[in-house]
């Protein structure tokens, strides 16, 4: 999105395309992107694969598109190099075998050349479905989570004894070191009760933030992942929404991006019509379009994290489809992205 040789640089969702076309030189592969070792050689590293099934496509063509593409990939690695990425992991790409691994390459390859990706995440179907197997009914209002304190233990024990440490597990088979935290660890976030709390329970806010942690563990090359659970100052554990919690601490760290991985894709003009995708827009127009009904719903929330972050100093906030395989390589690394990017 923010190429640094971007000739245009009010049109930032604009880029030339890659030398061949998908239809004569195959499908660019980055699902094969594996460094197994600190100083990766053809046998610890695998390449990017192009795949066809119609056609044969010649090594050297291939080996030569390769090369086009991870040229045409300097300028967005050297606009974010050492860079804070802050990614909020939900929704589909939670779901999904493929789309996991999708998400956990992608941080990787980011991580190898130079960004500093920090993963927050949720877990709600698996704190439902641990719910179910003991006996305790799930209950919503208003589509928010009811946690009582039997709740909590539960999303507690999921969120930072499970759900983090398969994320953290998965990273290392992927070729990076991850470490696994929550808001508890290093008073990384402090806790305060929601506005609702006399109906929904221990459902929290983030009161405050203190980045140090993280920013020890980015500066040493390690991927933080974060559970979205903390305790407020007496020691009580608050369920916090995910969002919530990557847009704060994205504006703690001065994050370059913020990006929210979410089950649509993005912000649209029309309801339930993809077609009508926002590709770029300010707080101005965010705000304009949530007073006109257009932005409505969950949606709400997600924008409310963005705009509350650009506030505070992030550069960009993406709302990106997790549906999509790469979403993460094709929102930081083309100029095109491939959700809603909210600008200050």
Request: hydrophobic letters at 40%.
């Amino acid at each position: 999105m923010f190429a640094a040789q971007n000739p245009n640089p009010t049109l930032l969702r604009q880029s030339p395309p890659l030398v061949g076309t998908p239809s004569s030189l195959g499908v660019l592969s980055f699902s094969s992107f594996r460094c197994k070792s600190r100083t990766p050689s053809r046998s610890s590293c695998s390449s990017f694969r192009i795949t066809n099934s119609s056609t044969a496509v010649d090594p050297q063509v291939q080996a030569q598109y390769r090369v086009d593409v991870l040229s045409e990939s300097l300028p967005f690695i050297q606009r974010f190099r050492g860079k804070t990425i802050v990614v909020k992991y939900g929704g589909a790409a939670m779901k999904s075998e493929h789309l996991r691994a999708s998400v956990v390459n992608d941080l990787v390859l980011l991580s190898c050349v130079g960004l500093r990706p920090v993963l927050v995440h949720g877990g709600g179907p698996e704190i439902n479905s641990t719910l179910n197997r003991l006996g305790i009914l799930p209950q919503f209002i208003d589509g928010l989570r009811v946690t009582d304190a039997a709740t909590m233990e539960v999303v507690s024990m999921v969120l930072v004894g499970s759900v983090n440490k398969n994320l953290v597990s998965l990273i290392a088979q992927a070729g990076a070191t991850a470490v696994g935290l929550s808001g508890l660890d290093g008073g990384l976030f402090t806790a305060r009760p929601g506005p609702d709390a006399d109906r929904l329970g221990f459902v929290g806010e983030v009161a405050r933030v203190d980045p140090s942690v993280i920013l020890h563990l980015t500066g040493q090359g390690f991927i933080p992942v974060i559970a979205s659970v903390s305790m407020d100052d007496r020691g009580q554990k608050y369920n916090i929404n995910a969002d919530t919690v990557a847009g704060e601490l994205a504006a703690a760290l001065g994050a370059e991006k913020l990006i929210l991985l979410t089950d649509v894709a993005g912000i649209l003009r029309q309801r339930d019509d993809p077609s009508s995708l926002v590709k770029e827009i300010d707080i101005k127009g965010v705000k304009m379009m949530v007073e006109e009904g257009t932005i409505a719903g969950g949606m709400i929330p997600k924008v409310s994290c963005c705009v509350r972050s650009l506030a505070q100093g992030v550069r960009t906030a993406s709302i990106i489809d997790g549906r999509v395989p790469h979403s993460l390589l094709l929102e930081i690394m083309t100029d095109e992205g491939t959700g809603t990017m909210i600008t200050g």
